[in-house]
């Protein structure tokens, strides 16, 4: 069986180009399984039947397990078997009919305009740490990176003529994001003053550094964005991917096409796009005032008054 396992690990980050998280999380949820069949004694490749599925979902219940950890775990099951099928080691997947709990829907937190234009204001310009954080602020609203593919920037990869950003995202898909003008300023003052102090006389590639002129970490980034977020005085708990909902909701609210934001976001499905369908209250209002004949109707009679 450990040699089944680690071939199913090698073709999740060799054929399927799945992230090192992903790889993390779907071995380590096959493991819990595997020690969950193994105090029954049953075999994973050949004894696992849908019931035996419905007493380890039953089990994940007992635990007390949300609904998401109970979805994930399920669809790394679902992962290994299909493998096996592909692999014809079994003739049938005991987990393909296994339904996971349905997901709570919850709208993806936002900034608005306002909050954003505290946030991005409150990094000191006066020092390479402040012009290097002012940058990554920039980028990330005006770009809709996730934090990710930001830290892992190197300097190839960014244009400032042309204020494109080449980026490989999850599974190692290539795509070009855009960035606007305040973004490509800071960056051109990044990469002119604050950078070079940065990197001392370490000489890489690196785009986003540290103090030490090494590769500036996820971390990092998230613990310097909660503490601009409580200078801004937003009360929000401010996470980077909050600005990337920030950006796939500002140009939705713009008008923006869906499948461009789609493509920009680098979601393989439109499906994952449309979570950001939602508009603002002020949005909507307008939308409706604009669109609607009756809603114009009264609107001009308010205007006549």
Known sequence: MQEVFNRYKNYLEAEKNASPYTVRNYTTDLLDFFQFLGTKKISPLN???RYVMRDYLAHLIGLGLVKTSIARKLSAIRSFYRYLLREEMISTSPAANTSSPKLDKHLPSFLTIEEMERLLKTPDLSTPQGQRDRTLLELLYASGLRVSELVSLDLGQVDLDTREIRVWGKGAKERIVLMGKPAA????AY?????PKLSGEKKNRVLFLNRYGERLTKRTVQKNLENYASLAGIAKKVHPHMLRHTFAT????GGADLRVVQELLGHTNLSST?????????QARKIYLSAHPMAQEEDNKLEDK
């Open 250 to 253: 500002h140009l939705l609210d």
């Open 274 to 282: 449309q979570i950001y369908t939602h508009v603002t209250k002020s």
């Open 47 to 49: 004894e696992v039947n």
């Open 191 to 195: 990469l002119s003053q604050g950078r």
């Open 185 to 188: 300023e800071a960056l051109s």
